[in-house]
């Protein structure tokens, strides 16, 4: 049987240690501080900041919620972003994503202090972390490098295979991965024969946003895969691809009329050594290290 690498519990173990730090830095008379900048009212963006927001408070973080409006300009979110900047109450800048169409997000997030950018979107930290330096990295790869530590799983010398070049998880990912003494290789749509080169992979992190695309085929029996995708299926076809004879996804789907399922076909896990179950695996990190680069943009903006 496959050891399902539980990302609720590892992000709950790096949630206390990150209160723990809070508690620590408190003594010193700092409070880290994160700013969520969420624009006009699009439903999933608001559920995750409000998830973000709720969890500075449970760790205690203190956090400040700003909600300009759908119509807002570019010029008017640069003022936002350079305010926060400036604010010695801040230690992390956080933009929920998308912005509306006429807000240019490449300029605002380039506009982040480096320094304050718990995201890791900033290409200044795109270049710290590529050339090995202290870098807030991106939470989503930095939650997948957790997970395989804290669960014992060796790096150094592995051959990891990423699908996907994005900027945020993909390129990221592989970097990190590098920096532990892994042989990466990175593939993409143009890669040729993916099956071939997935096949070899040790570690194997999909990041690419199709459903279910990794199928048993593309798999080394007892890799360990890390599945990141995310990806919402409604109709009963779908359904039926997936997770057939699934009693417990079948009830939760009939309820819901939806169910999420990763990058990975779930029959693909079954070969696996070891595998990140969607949901409940690598999603739940993404937070977790937020918190945990906010605590660390802190400290770093201090020195400490
Ligand atoms: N767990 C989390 O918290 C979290 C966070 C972020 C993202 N996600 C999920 O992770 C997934 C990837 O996100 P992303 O932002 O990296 O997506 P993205 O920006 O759309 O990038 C997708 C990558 O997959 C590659 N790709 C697409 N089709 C392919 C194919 N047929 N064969 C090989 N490679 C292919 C693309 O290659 P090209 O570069 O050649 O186009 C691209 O590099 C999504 O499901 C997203 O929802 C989860």
């Known amino acids: 049987m496959p ?181 990466v290789t990175i593939c993409h749509s143009k890669t040729r024969d993916l099956g071939a080169v997935t096949r070899q992979a040790d570690i194997l992190v999909a990041a690419i946003g199709r459903p279910g695309f990794i199928t048993p085929e593309m798999v080394k029996p007892g890799a360990t895969i890390l599945d990141v995708g995310i990806n919402r299926i409604t109709t009963r076809e779908d359904f039926e691809r997936y997770f057939a004879g699934n009693q417990k996804r079948e009830a939760a789907f009939t309820k819901r009329g939806s169910t999420i399922v990763g990058d990975v076909h779930p029959q693909a896990f079954e070969l696996a050594a070891a595998y990140t179950p969607v949901p409940g695996g690598v999603g739940p990190l993404t937070i977790a290290m937020l918190m945990s680069n906010t605590v660390r943009a802190a400290k770093m903006r201090r020195g400490l």
């Open 3 to 183: 050891k399902i690498l539980d990302g609720v519990a590892i992000a709950g173990q790096i949630k206390l240690e990150v209160a723990e730090e809070v508690k620590a830095l408190a003594a010193q008379g700092i409070r880290p501080g994160l700013a969520a900048v969420l624009v006009g009212h699009v439903p999933a963006s608001e559920i995750y900041v409000r998830s973000k927001v709720q969890t500075c408070a449970d760790l205690g973080l203190y956090s400040d919620l700003l909600t300009p409006p759908d119509a807002v300009t570019t010029e008017e979110m640069l003022d936002v972003v350079r305010s926060l900047n400036d604010r010695d109450d801040i230690d992390g800048i956080l933009i929920q994503l998308p912005l509306p169409k006429q807000v240019d997000t490449k300029i605002l997030l380039d506009a982040v202090s480096p320094d304050k950018d718990v995201d890791g979107f900033h290409p200044v930290n795109a270049g710290r972390l590529q050339a090995g330096r202290p870098a807030l990295a991106p939470c989503t790869p930095a939650g997948v490098i957790e997970i395989l530590k804290r669960s014992g799983i060796p790096i150094a010398g592995q051959h990891a295979v990423v699908v996907g070049r994005s900027d945020i998880v993909g390129k990221p990912a592989a970097m990190l991965l590098l920096h532990e003494n892994a042989t």
